[in-house]
């Protein structure tokens, strides 16, 4: 006889109507050109004409919709200057027609929202005995199959039952801050666990000092590549470096936001093919107080970055590569406290075994200890975590997922050691949820995925995604699972 879990009624959906006003550019440079000489070309009567159409269409779609687009008008300025045009000549409503023209609206939700993980919302203001409030994160995949980061704000009572706050028709971008400087040591390191390598590299690098910004490196290549023929490769090369400087940022919402409306959506070029399977994390410090983590994979198309994602408050978030030879393969999840005196993740290196590693940082992972190998019928294909493992007294218990036959994807649970997680105290023969009739219909059937559960009031709240097309929820009694898995 398995765990008993009951199934709850939450559903989340994919909903087309929440939409982003991303930036747009339409072709190459000559393009462009005569895209700016066809608005130029109007008068200001019909200038001010389309630009109110535009805004009444458009306004209460977006939160400040103008200042979209003025912050797209100063992109495209070095198009201006290459038809010696000043830029400070034109008025302010050229500038905002200009700006929506490069434009466009994108559905962040429309084609699947999934792979959830729970955390405990650092707010507890106004709350009955017993409940308590969360924030739920979801992967959410618009067109192209872009992935981003959203919210949801809800309350789970005593009995486990959870319950929502309405969701905003809007959808707020936050403020991106760039990183300013580089440690040269670690950054070199990070190309060698990329396997990138060029005699190029050692002349760009002997022109920076220890530290280094984003501009310093931009020159010294330019510098390192003057008047010399760049062959292919070089310029991968190239394009790598900057590739992995874009890396790093942190992004800033507005205070005015509600969790709902906001999304971390791709903002370098690591991630320009999505953000996928955030795994939130409250992380209590040594000091005791608490920060959330999330590891995340960076996709742009063709490689895959690990980065952690670090906020206090849900407003302003901190976002780094995950450096080190175990920093690989996608489904890092970090336990919420050291142990020993060491930062501990759960690790797919390879893409099939779940491991556990131990860094003294929590930006660079070097070794790891192989945990667990595909056992059960169910998870011969492969096996990995669904998120941060959850202490009890008995042990952290670690979600996990099989993949068996016809691929199908069930969740599964073990016990490991409190001081020693490397180490496997129990596991369940079976899975404890297999996708039934209504979650194997999906954009991917027959899967059903967690990115992090918690505990609350001696239950296990267990998120999780059907099929990578919708969301809901399960919840496990705690002393029925710890039977079992001790058993």
């Known amino acids: 006889m ?14 087309n109507k929440r939409v982003i006003a991303r930036f747009f550019i339409a072709g190459d440079e000559e393009r462009n050109r005569k895209l700016l000489l066809n608005i130029l ?3 200001r009567e019909e200038v001010g004409i389309k630009l109110n159409r535009i805004l009444g269409s458009y306004a209460n779609r977006h939160r400040n919709i103008t200042s979209v687009f003025e912050r797209h008008f100063f992109h495209i ?31 962040i939700e429309s084609a699947a929202f999934f792979n959830p993980s729970v955390v405990k919302d650092p707010n507890q203001d106004h709350l009955e005995e017993g ?22 704000s809800g309350i789970i009572d005593d ?45 760009i690098f002997s022109r920076l000092g220890d530290l280094f910004t984003l501009g310093d490196l931009q020159r010294s290549i330019h510098d390192c590549v003057a008047g010399m023929q760049v062959s292919v490769s070089k310029r991968n090369v190239i394009n790598s470096l900057i590739w992995l400087a874009d890396a790093h940022y942190d992004i800033q919402f507005s205070p005015d936001t509600t969790i ?13 093919n999505g953000i996928e399977d955030a795994r939130f994390v409250c992380f209590t410090e040594d000091d005791g107080s608490t920060i959330y983590y999330a590891t995340f994979t960076a996709y742009n198309g063709f490689a895959t970055l690990p980065k952690i994602l670090e906020t206090r408050d849900f407003y302003n978030f901190t976002v780094r590569p995950i450096h080190g030879k175990a920093a690989q393969n996608k489904g890092m999840a970090l336990f919420p406290r050291k142990i020993r005196g060491q930062y501990v993740m759960a690790s797919r290196i390879d893409g099939y075994r779940n491991y556990i590693m131990y860094s003294d940082t929590l930006q660079n992972w070097n070794d790891v200890i192989l945990l667990q190998e595909p056992e059960q019928s169910w998870e011969f294909v492969q096996i990995g975590n669904c998120g941060s493992p959850i202490e009890t007294e008995k042990g952290w218990i670690l979600i996990t997922h099989g993949v068996g036959a016809m691929r199908e ?42 990115c992090g559960a918690m505990l609350h009031n001696n239950m296990i709240i267990v998120p999780y995604g059907m099929s990578d097309s919708a969301s809901s929820f399960a919840v496990i009694d705690l002393d029925d699972a710890l039977k079992r898995l001790c058993s």
């Open 260 to 272: 709902s409306e906001r999304v971390i959506f791709p903002v370098s070029d690591s991630e320009k």
């Open 409 to 450: 994807y069930c969740l599964g649970m073990v016990l490991l050691d409190l001081n020693h997680p490397e180490n496997v105290i129990g596991s369940l023969s079976e899975p404890f949820l297999i996708p039934n009739g209504e979650e194997r219909e999906g954009y991917v059937p027959n899967v059903v995925y967690s």
């Open 159 to 203: 009995r486990g039952n959870l319950s929502f706050m309405d969701i905003s028709s809007l959808v707020e971008m936050p403020h991106i801050v760039k990183m300013r400087e580089y440690d040269k040591k670690r950054f070199m390191e990070k190309l060698d666990e990329l396997d990138i390598h060029k005699d190029i590299l050692d002349d």
């Open 41 to 43: 070309k109007l008068t």
């Open 2 to 15: 398995g765990v008993k879990i009951q199934r709850l009624s939450n559903r989340f959906y994919p909903d």
């Open 131 to 152: 409940q308590e409030r969360v924030i739920v994160s979801f992967r959410a995949t618009g067109e192209g199959h872009i992935s981003s980061i959203v919210f949801r």
């Open 77 to 107: 300025i070095h198009y201006l200057e290459d038809l010696q045009i000043d830029h400070k000549s034109l008025d302010r409503e050229m500038k905002l027609l200009i700006g929506a023209y490069y434009t466009l609206e994108y559905s």
